[in-house]
């Protein structure tokens, strides 16, 4: 499978816990993106990176979410300290830059925070 | 800051009919670009269609077209010969242009609904 996957594809967690997914992208493709996706809504962007480096955050994440892509390859995407509200579908996509128009969006984590 | 707005929360069809989803955005930029994904129940989001704002022709892909309206912001997609397989979320996207810009605002989605 060549495309974009994800893993877990669902996390059922307690209230205080912390939780990490990961990425893996599409071989060359340099620019990865987690969006978070509430139920009735679309996604919304939360952080980007270039390679290996983190270039753009949203207010969305809040200190408790952490994401690194330290080898400019998969990409970790951790929640310290859940809450209820973090209930969601995590996404992630994968963009070459020579084709820069184009995001391929893995199948995502679903999170469940009890 | 960019919005998206998409005004029909769900919409049927009967296979074989054609449908039309609506999608207004707002955005100061002059240069960018549209997009409609699909992300059917428990699938991935895939892309279905792409427009850039500077084309003042409307772009088609198979079965899918849209109606791109710059002046007045508008973005529809139209369905032509619904097929079961149509069945899904439908999401509106914008994008500015240019290589320091690549993130997407996202609509909030219609659901599509074809019935035999």
């Known amino acids: 499978d060549t495309g974009v996957s994800q893993d877990p594809r669902h996390k059922i967690t307690k209230r205080g816990q912390n939780v990490t997914f990961r990425c893996d992208p599409i071989?060359?493709?340099?620019?990865l993106y987690w969006y978070r996706q509430t139920l009735g809504q679309g996604p919304e962007f939360l952080t980007y990176?270039?390679?290996?480096?983190?270039?753009?955050k949203s207010r969305l994440l809040s200190d408790r979410f952490s994401a690194e892509r330290p080898k400019g390859s998969f990409s970790t995407l951790e929640i310290q300290r859940t809450e209820q509200g973090d209930s969601a579908m995590y996404l992630c996509?994968?963009?070459?830059?020579?084709?820069?128009?184009?995001?391929?969006f893995g199948p995502g984590t679903r999170l469940t925070v009890l | 800051a960019q919005t998206v707005t998409q005004s029909q929360p769900e919409m049927s069809v009967q296979e074989a009919e054609t449908v039309t989803l609506s999608c207004t955005y707002d955005?100061?930029?002059?240069?960018?670009?549209l997009f409609w994904y699909k992300q059917p129940p428990s699938r991935q989001m895939i892309l279905v269609i792409r427009?850039?704002?500077?084309?003042?022709q409307n772009a088609t892909e198979n079965r899918f077209s849209v109606n791109f309206q710059k002046a007045a912001k508008s973005f529809s997609l139209k369905i032509s010969d619904s097929q079961l397989g149509d069945t899904a979320m439908y999401f509106c996207?914008?994008?500015?242009?240019?290589?320091?810009?690549?993130?997407?605002?996202f609509g909030k989605g219609t659901m599509l609904l074809v019935s035999p």
């Open positions: 996509a994968t963009l070459n830059l020579a084709v820069l128009n184009e995001q391929f």
């Open positions: 071989s060359e493709h340099n620019r």
């Open positions: 990176f270039q390679n290996e480096a983190q270039l753009e």
């Open positions: 955005t100061s930029e002059s240069n960018y670009y």
């Open positions: 427009q850039e704002a500077y084309k003042q």
């Open positions: 996207a914008f994008m500015k242009q240019g290589r320091g810009y690549s993130t997407l605002t």
